[in-house]
Nanobody, 116 residues
């Protein structure tokens, strides 16, 4: 069992930055693929960034070059550094820990609003 708690969301002006954090509890978090997803009203939840247990990362085309995912396995924390934020980045951001269909966990989400 893995519990995930996101933090760091808020209101930011276009062009600004935010860093989201996802604190994980439970065993062997380092073996999970950790990801950030987002959802806007009327749309499906979409992958933003993902970090595998082996250290590889991948990003949605819309955020590549602006966002960076990182993880501290010792502290069991995953970060999403978001730079050059735009209004279209406004969404609820969710942290995910995935190992298999039976080991697939979600946080409660944190709201990010980009507006002047």
């Amino acid at each position: 069992q893995v519990q995930l708690v996101e933090s760091g969301g808020g209101l930011v002006q276009p062009g600004g930055s935010l860093r989201l954090s996802c604190a994980a509890s439970g065993s062997a978090v380092r073996l999970y693929t950790m990801g950030w997803y987002r959802r806007t009203p009327g749309k499906e939840r979409e992958l933003v960034a993902r970090s595998t247990s082996g250290g590889s990362t991948n990003y949605a085309d819309s955020v590549r070059g602006r966002f960076a995912i990182s993880r501290d396995n010792a502290k069991k924390v995953v970060y999403l550094q978001m730079n050059s934020l735009q209004p279209e980045d406004t969404a609820v951001y969710y942290c995910n820990a995935f190992q298999s269909s039976l080991r697939d966990y979600w946080g409660q989400g944190t709201q990010v609003t980009v507006s002047s």
